[in-house]
Structure formats: structure tokens, C-alpha cells
């Protein structure tokens, strides 16, 4: 069964960190750009960070740029989401996603994973 799983979801306090990973099966990811998407309640789903399978280029939502790092490590298949100084609005179901064009998170994508939930507060 091909699919992506996602993990490390929890509550945490303000300021406090979360490191998120994203492992495939049934796939290798090592030619996939990976995306990490999160919802909040009531809003849509909207892209937090990417990292390319060419180069590793990675890009970040404005809001997560310098406390979020997204990284691969292609020998365990897993891509994680470093969440560091996690405020309460960084609170969302939180999603990890696979393109196999490997250069962008953009388009429809090949993979989605079920989500694992962050809850920042106090």
C-alpha cells in the first residue's frame, strides 16, 4: 500500500518546539518534492514548507519562515518538520504531501497523509 504517514503531532506550550516527520511506504521519496501543508478549524489548508528531490531547494509560508525547517533524510524514507518558537496560531491538523515531478509543491499532488494535530497553547 503506497502511502504517507504522518507523526509527532502533541500539545505544547508557547515557545516550546515539535519536530513532525513524514514517512512513506509502499514509495521511495527520494525523487518526490515534499510539502507540508496544515488546517486550522474553519480556514483551508494552506502550505507551510517545501523541499525540492533535485536540489533541496526549500521554501516557507511567510509566517513559519526562520522558526520552521523542513529536512529529508531519504535513508529512513522520512521527511521532517522542525517547529521551533510554535505560537497559538500555528495550532492546526497538519499535513505532509508528494509530488513525484519532484521540482515543486505545486499541482495536484501524487500522495497526501491523514494529518497529525498540533496544539499550541497554555
Known amino acids: 500500500q503506497l502511502q504517507l504517514v504522518e507523526s509527532g503531532g502533541g500539545l505544547v506550550q508557547p515557545g516550546e518546539a515539535l519536530r513532525l516527520s513524514c514517512v512513506a511506504s509502499?514509495?521511495?521519496?527520494?525523487?518526490?518534492?515534499i510539502g507540508w501543508f496544515r488546517q486550522a478549524p474553519g480556514e483551508e489548508r494552506v502550505g507551510v514548507a517545501c523541499?525540492?528531490?533535485?536540489?533541496?531547494?526549500?521554501k516557507y509560508e511567510d509566517s513559519v519562515k526562520g522558526r520552521f525547517t523542513i529536512s529529508r533524510d531519504n535513508a529512513k524514507n522520512t521527511v521532517y518538520l522542525q517547529m521551533n518558537s510554535l505560537k497559538p496560531e500555528d495550532t492546526a491538523v497538519y499535513y505532509c504531501?508528494?509530488?513525484?515531478?519532484?521540482?515543486?509543491?505545486?499541482?495536484?499532488?501524487?500522495?497526501w497523509g491523514e494529518g497529525t494535530l498540533v496544539t499550541v497553547s497554555s
Open positions: 509502499g514509495f521511495t521519496l527520494d525523487y518526490y518534492a
Open positions: 523541499i525540492s528531490s533535485s536540489d533541496g531547494n526549500t
Open positions: 504531501a508528494a509530488w513525484v515531478q519532484g521540482s515543486s509543491c505545486r499541482g495536484p499532488s501524487d500522495y
